[in-house]
């Protein structure tokens, strides 16, 4: 029976050295008004990089999320299967911080997921499915807004003060000419 319980006590010690300890995971800032992302391990490794948040009408919602599942190689359902490589979905939404091969990070454009450039995309991917994540996305565009007003305080030029570009109207569809009559018409 001792040996049973020296057995049971060592297995006990090796599950516990094992298991990550509460609250040791990858804490993940998401600041959208500067389209960063901050990602901090149990050891302290510190990552910062460019990222591509939800453009107008597509925001990516601000707030703190857990991890609700992982996919390597996930392709979306409602974008043309549009490949989502690295997701690490958030929001019941089914939005997700995954990989992207499209230009333009550092700026909104997707349709509220947060895209990273692929490489960091597979740093993060790796980091979460070892210690697990939590989630934080702050700013948005009530930040942004007023980080762009204070530069107009500041002496940049006011949006109303811009020419607008207008565009050339179309010229009116006109029918083709091919002659005046049937005076050119010959059968033969």
């Known amino acids: 029976m001792a040996s049973f319980q020296r057995l049971f006590v060592a297995l006990a010690a090796a599950v516990f050295v094992t298991v990550a300890p509460a609250g040791a995971a990858v804490r993940v800032r998401i600041d959208l008004a500067a389209q960063r992302l901050e990602a901090v ?32 190689d996930h ?30 990070l550092g700026r909104p454009l997707s349709h509220g ?26 700013g948005g565009a009530r930040r942004a807004a007023g980080r762009q007003e204070a530069e107009r305080q500041e002496g940049g030029r006011q949006a109303a003060e811009r020419p607008r570009m207008t565009r050339r109207p ?10 005046s009559g049937m005076e050119s018409f010959s059968p033969y």
């Open 41 to 72: 391990t149990p050891e302290g490794e510190t990552v910062r990089w460019s990222i591509s948040s939800g453009r107008r009408g597509y925001e990516t919602p601000a707030g703190t999320y857990s991890v609700m599942r992982m996919e390597a």
């Open 170 to 179: 179309r010229p009116a569809y006109e029918e083709p000419y091919f002659g």
């Open 113 to 138: 997921c947060v895209r990273l450039a692929v490489p960091n995309a597979r740093q993060l991917f790796g980091w979460v499915e070892k210690h697990g994540a939590t989630i934080e996305i702050t």
């Open 75 to 104: 392709h979306s359902d409602e974008y043309d299967q549009a490949p989502m490589p690295y997701a690490i979905f958030f929001s019941p939404r089914g939005l997700a911080i995954h990989g992207s091969y499209e230009r333009g």
